[in-house]
C-alpha cells in the first residue's frame, strides 16, 4: 500500500528491478556508468567476496553459480565482526524459512550491494522458494571481475580470502536447528548474527489522549530513574557511527490479534478489572497440578495495573516488564498497553533515556535495538493476557513462532539532527541507511510544513517535529489499519502452505500403493489441514468484522496538516485493499475447503477398494476353509472306520499271540484247551475272535471319549482392560510364570506384545490349570486385553465361572504390583453384577437378615449383613469382619462343600445361611483366639 513512485514513462528510464524499492526509476546521472574513482574498498571487498561463491557460465554445459541473500548477509556481518568491512549493523527482522527471527544486518553494506547492482557490477536473481517467500541471489558480471583484479590490493584479497577460507575450503552458510553455521567438511562454527545486542534504557508508559477516558488516572512516570542506564552497559560489539539522532521520542508499537467483544470481556476479567485488587503479576505458564500447596514458574514476570476499560469494548493498562537481563544491563521497560474489541492492540512508551542520553540526541543504532527488544518483550506480555483460543490462532498464524510475530513502529519526535527537508533523508547514503535500522526499508519522505516531516518505510513511519503529537488520531487510524495489512500479509503466506498441503497430500493419493502407510497418514494430514481451515476461517470473519465495527476511526481530519498526512499515509487505500484482499481470501478458502472434501471423499474411496480387496480375500480364504472343512468331515468319517478296523486288527493280532501256529497250538496243553474245545468247532473261534474285537473297540472308543470330555468343556473369557501397568513389576511377576510364546507387533505409535502361559498350581484355580493370553503396548505401559481359558470335563459341572476366573487373575495382578489397586478394582467391577428381583427383597424388619460366617474349626459363627451384596461386596464383609484384607479371603464356601465363587452363587444365599471361609495367613494365635471366643 505504501509503495514508492513508479515513472510514466518506463521506456525512457533505467529500471532496476532488485532495486529494494521495487520498480524504481533511477536519475539519468546514476544509470550511466559509474568511474573507477566513485567505488570505495567496502565495494571491492564486497565484490570480491561475491565472486568467491558465484560463478558466470562461460559455455553451454557448464552451470551458473550464485549466491543467496541471506548467506551473503551473513558473511557480511562476520566481515564486520572480524574488521574486513568498515560498516555499522543492527538487529532487523528478517524471514528464514517460515521463521521470522532477528538478525545483526548491515543496512550500509546492503547499500553498497545496491550499489553494485546498479553499476553492473553484479548481477540479480529474483528466486521463489518452496516456502513461497521470494529471495534474491547474486552473481559477479565480468565487469565486475575486471574492476577487482585492477583496483583491489593483494592484502585486501588475502582479509576476504581469512573472512570465507578455511584450509584453502570455501566456507558454506547453513541454517541448522534455528542458527547459522559456518562449515566446511571438516570444519563447523556458530555465527552470532542471531544475537540480538542489548542496551541499557529506561522508558514510561504512554497512551494518546485519544485512548483514555476523560478523568482516568494519570499514568506512570519513570523519569526520575532516568539517569540509572547512563552509568550502565550495553552488549554491543560494534563501533556505531551516529548520523541522526532524534529528541524527546514517543513510540507506538501497533499489531492486530483476532478479538472480539467475548475476548475483552475474558481479559477483563483475567485482569480482574472490576476487583478492588486490579491487575497483579502474570504468567503464560498453565496450571497443570492447580489442587497442589505449591507451584514453580520460570523466571520473567509481567506486572499488569489497570487504567480504564470497559468491560466488552476495550482495556487500558499499564505493564512492567520483570525480565533477567545481561549482567550491567538496565532496561526499565513500563509499557502502556491498549487493547480493544476490532483487535487494535497498542503499546506505548516515552524514552526517557538510552544509554548516556537523556531524552536528547537519541541514536538511531541504539533505538533500533530498543525496539526489537520491547518486540520481543511485548509478545510475551500479550502471551501472558490472551486467551488460550486467541494462542492457538496465532500458533496456527505463525507456525507456532509467535514471540518473533512482526509488528508495525510509529516514532514521535520534536526534534531530529541534523534538520533538513524531507527528501534528503532518502540520499541512498548515510542518512537512508540510518533510518533503514528502524524503518526497514524507505518508501517515501515529505514535509507537512515548516517544521515536521513524516517518513514511511516498510516497518512503519517516523513523524517528527514541534507539532507531532497533534496528528495522534491519524497515526493511529494508520497504525491500526497497517497492523491489519501486516497480518493479512502472514494469513496470505499461511493459506499457500495450506494448498502445498493439499498439493502433497493429492500426490499420496495417487501413489498410495506404494506405502502401506499412505492412508493413515493422508487422513491425518486433512484432519489437519481442516482444522487449519476452520481456524483461518475464524480468522477471517474477526477481520472482515473488524473493519465494519467502528468507521469513525478512518474519518477523515479536517486541518490541512492532518488531512496532508491521512493523503500520504494512503488510509482509504489500505482499507479498501484489506477489504477486498480479505474477500478474495475467503475465496480462496472456500475452495481449499472444497480441495479437502474431495481428498477425503478420494481416501475413502481407496479405503473402500482396499476393503473390498480384503472382502475378496477373506471370501477366498472362507471357500478353502469350507472345502478343508469337507475333506475333514471325509476324514473323520475314515477316521471312525479306521478305528473300527485297528480295533479289530489288534484284536485279531491278540488272538494270533495266544493261539498262533508259532507258538503255542502245537503244545499239548494248548490243543487240549484251545484247539479242540474251540479251533476245532465250527463257528466258534469265529465268534470268540469277535467278542473280542467287540471289547477292544469298546476299551478304545472309551478310552478316546473320556480324552475328548476332559477338553470339551471350555471356559473362556475376554477382557478389553486398556489400563496403566507398571512394566517392571510386569517382568518380575512373569518371570515366575512358565511362559510358552512370545509375539512382538510394532509400528510408529504402538509397540504391542503378546504373551502366553499355562498356570502351574491348580490349587489357586479350583484344580484347573488355566491359559492365559496377555496383550500389553510396551511403549507407552498399558494393559490392552486378557485372554483366559480353562479346559474341563464337559460331563462334570465346572468349579469355576467366568467371572471368578477374572476376578482371580487381576486380584493376582493387583497383589504383584502389575496394576493400581484403583485400576484393578475398575476392572474386576465391571463384572455382572446381580439384578435382586422384587419378589427376592429383604425386608429390613426381618428378624434374620444376616449370614453366619465362620473359619474352620471354629466353634461360633459371626454374623455379616445380609443384602444385595456382590460377590466382591461379600468378600469385603468378611474381611471387615475378621480384620484382614480382601485378598486374603481365599474362598468362600456354603456348608456342607459347595464353593461360592461369583455373583450368581452370592444371589442364591438365603437369610440365615452359614458360611465357612478360608483366610491366607491368619495367625495361629489369632485363630485360637477366635476359637476361644464366646
Known amino acids: ?98 521463521t521470522r527471527v532477528y538478525l545483526n544486518v548491515t543496512q550500509e553494506g546492503k547499500d553498497d550491494l545496491d550499489d553494485l547492482v546498479e553499476g553492473k557490477l553484479v548481477k540479480g536473481l529474483r528466486l521463489s522458494t518452496k516456502e513461497h517467500q521470494s529471495v534474491t541471489a547474486y552473481q559477479i558480471s565480468p565487469s565486475g571481475l575486471q574492476l577487482i583484479s585492477k583496483r583491489l590490493p593483494d592484502e585486501e584479497r588475502q582479509m576476504v580470502d581469512d573472512l570465507c577460507l578455511v584450509d584453502g575450503k570455501l ?220 494462542r492457538d490462532l496465532l500458533d496456527m498464524i505463525f507456525l507456532g513462532n509467535t514471540l518473533n510475530r512482526d509488528k508495525v513502529n510509529v516514532i514521535i519526535a520534536d526534534r531530529v539532527v541534523p534538520k533538513q527537508s524531507a527528501e534528503r533523508y532518502l540520499d541512498k547514503d548515510a542518512f537512508e541507511n540510518e533510518i ?90 486433512l484432519s489437519e ?44 487505500s489500505i482499507l479498501n485493499d484489506l477489504q477486498i484482499r480479505i474477500t478474495d481470501m475467503q475465496k480462496v478458502l472456500l475452495g481449499a475447503r472444497h480441495e479437502v472434501n474431495g481428498l477425503r471423499q478420494m481416501t475413502d474411496t481407496i479405503a473402500e477398494t482396499q476393503m473390498f480387496r480384503l472382502q475378496e480375500e477373506i471370501r477366498g480364504n472362507s471357500s478353502d476353509m469350507l472345502q478343508q472343512l469337507k475333506i475333514n468331515e471325509r476324514q473323520s468319517t475314515s477316521l471312525d472306520v479306521m478305528q473300527v478296523i485297528f480295533a479289530g486288527s489288534l484284536a485279531f493280532d491278540i488272538l494270533d499271540r495266544l493261539t498262533g501256529e508259532w507258538s503255542v497250538v502245537h503244545t499239548s496243553w494248548a490243543r487240549a484247551y484251545i484247539v479242540d474245545p474251540f479251533m476245532s468247532k465250527p463257528l466258534v473261534w469265529f465268534l470268540i475272535s469277535m467278542i473280542v474285537w467287540f471289547g477292544v473297540g469298546t476299551a478304545v472308543f472309551s478310552v478316546m471319549r473320556d480324552l475328548n470330555d476332559k477338553t470339551a468343556g471350555v471356559i473362556t ?16 511377576y512373569l518371570s515366575r510364570k512358565a511362559v510358552m510364546s512370545e ?39 498399558f494393559l490392552l486385553s486378557v485372554y483366559l481359558q480353562v479346559a474341563r470335563r464337559a460331563s462334570k459341572p465346572a468349579k469355576l465361572r467366568p467371572e471368578t476366573l477374572k476376578m482371580r487373575f487381576f486380584t493376582e495382578l493387583q497383589e504383584a504390583g502389575v496394576m493400581a489397586p484403583d485400576d484393578a478394582a475398575e476392572v474386576i467391577d465391571n463384572t455382572r453384577r446381580r439384578q435382586t428381583r422384587d419378589d427376592e427383597l429383604v425386608s429390613v424388619e426381618d428378624s434374620t437378615v444376616f449370614l453366619k460366617v465362620r473359619v474352620p474349626g471354629e466353634r461360633h459363627y459371626r454374623e455379616i449383613p445380609f443384602g444385595r451384596q456382590s460377590y466382591l461386596e461379600l468378600r469385603e464383609e468378611i474381611a471387615h469382619k475378621f480384620d484382614c484384607r480382601p485378598v486374603q479371603v481365599l474362598q468362600v464356601f456354603k456348608e456342607p462343600d459347595v464353593l461360592i465363587a461369583d455373583d450368581d452363587d452370592v444371589s442364591r444365599l438365603k437369610p440365615g445361611t452359614v458360611l465357612e471361609v478360608n483366610i491366607k495367613k491368619l495367625a495361629a494365635h489369632k485363630a485360637a483366639a477366635i476359637a476361644a471366643a464366646p
Open 743 to 781: 509375539d512382538g507387533n510394532a509400528d510408529a505409535l504402538n509397540a504391542h506384545q503378546k504373551v502366553s502361559w499355562v498356570e502351574r498350581d491348580p490349587t489357586k484355580w479350583e484344580g484347573y490349570m488355566p491359559k492365559v493370553e496377555m496383550i500389553y503396548d510396551v511403549k507407552h505401559g
Open 717 to 732: 473369557y475376554r477382557v478389553k482392560v486398556n489400563k496403566a501397568i507398571d512394566l517392571n513389576a510386569l517382568d518380575t
Open 1 to 98: 500500500p505504501m509503495g514508492g513512485p513508479a515513472g510514466a514513462d518506463l521506456r525512457r528510464q533505467v529500471v532496476s528491478p532488485f532495486h529494494h524499492k521495487g520498480l524504481v526509476p533511477l536519475p539519468a546521472a546514476r544509470a550511466e556508468e559509474r568511474s573507477d574513482d566513485f567505488w570505495t574498498m567496502n565495494h571491492m571487498k564486497l565484490l570480491y567476496l561475491i565472486s568467491k561463491y558465484s560463478h558466470c557460465a562461460q559455455t553451454v554445459r557448464e552451470k551458473e553459480r550464485w549466491i543467496r541473500k541471506l548467506p551473503l548477509l551473513v558473511l557480511m556481518y562476520e566481515g564486520i565482526v572480524q574488521k574486513v568491512f568498515e560498516y555499522d549493523y543492527a538487529p532487523a527482522s528478517e524471514v528464514v524459512e517460515t
Open 529 to 572: 489441514t481442516s482444522k487449519d481451515i476452520i481456524l483461518l476461517e475464524e480468522v477471517l470473519l474477526y477481520l472482515q468484522e473488524s473493519l465494519e465495527q467502528d468507521t469513525s476511526i478512518w474519518a477523515e481530519p479536517v486541518d490541512d496538516a492532518g488531512h496532508k498526512l491521512y493523503q500520504i499515509l494512503k488510509i482509504k
Open 171 to 390: 566456507l558454506q552458510v547453513v541454517w541448522e536447528e534455528s542458527k547459522f553455521l559456518l562449515r566446511t567438511m571438516t570444519f563447523s562454527r556458530e555465527s552470532s548474527i542471531t544475537e540480538a545486542e542489548d542496551v541499557s534504557y529506561v522508558v514510561s508508559p504512554y497512551l494518546p489522549r485519544v485512548l483514555r477516558r476523560v478523568g482516568g488516572p494519570v499514568m506512570s512516570s519513570n523519569a526520575h530513574r532516568a539517569s540509572e542506564s547512563a552509568s550502565k552497559e550495553s552488549t554491543i560489539r560494534d563501533d556505531l557511527d551516529e548520523v541522526i539522532t532524534i529528541s524527546n521520542v514517543t513510540i507506538l508499537i501497533g499489531e492486530w490479534i483476532p478479538f472480539g467483544a467475548n475476548q475483552v470481556v475474558e481479559m477483563n476479567l483475567k485482569l480482574g478489572s472490576n476487583e478492588r485488587c486490579q491487575g497483579g503479576y502474570f504468567t503464560a505458564q498453565v496450571d497443570d497440578d492447580s489442587t497442589n500447596t505449591q507451584c514453580e514458574v520460570p523466571t520473567g514476570l509481567t506486572s499488569v495495573t489497570i487504567l480504564d476499560h470497559d468491560m466488552t469494548r476495550f482495556t487500558n493498562m499499564e505493564a512492567q516488564v520483570y525480565y533477567p537481563e545481561d549482567d550491567g544491563v538496565v532496561q526499565v521497560e513500563h509499557f502502556g498497553i491498549h487493547t480493544r474489541m476490532d483487535g487494535t492492540v497498542v503499546y506505548g512508551l516515552m524514552i526517557e533515556s538510552v544509554m548516556d542520553r537523556i531524552l536528547e540526541n537519541i541514536s538511531l543504532d541504539n533505538l533500533a535495538r530498543l525496539l526489537v527488544d520491547v518486540h520481543i518483550d511485548s509478545s510475551k506480555i500479550m502471551e501472558s493476557l490472551l486467551s488460550s483460543h486467541q
Open 436 to 525: 533503514r535500522q528502524v524503518l526497514g526499508d524507505t518508501y517515501e519522505a515529505h514535509d507537512l510544513g515548516d517544521s515536521d516531516i513524516v517518513i514511511t518505510g516498510s516497518h512503519g513511519i517516523m513523524l517528527v517535529g514541534p507539532q507531532s503529537k497533534m496528528q495522534e488520531p491519524v497515526l493511529l487510524a494508520f497504525l491500526s489499519l497497517r497492523s491489519r495489512d501486516v497480518f493479512v500479509h502472514n494469513v496470505f503466506s499461511r493459506l499457500f502452505i495450506i494448498d502445498d498441503t493439499l498439493k502433497t497430500a493429492r500426490q499420496l493419493i495417487a501413489k498410495y500403493e506404494r506405502d502401506p502407510n499412505s492412508i493413515p497418514r493422508i487422513r491425518h494430514t
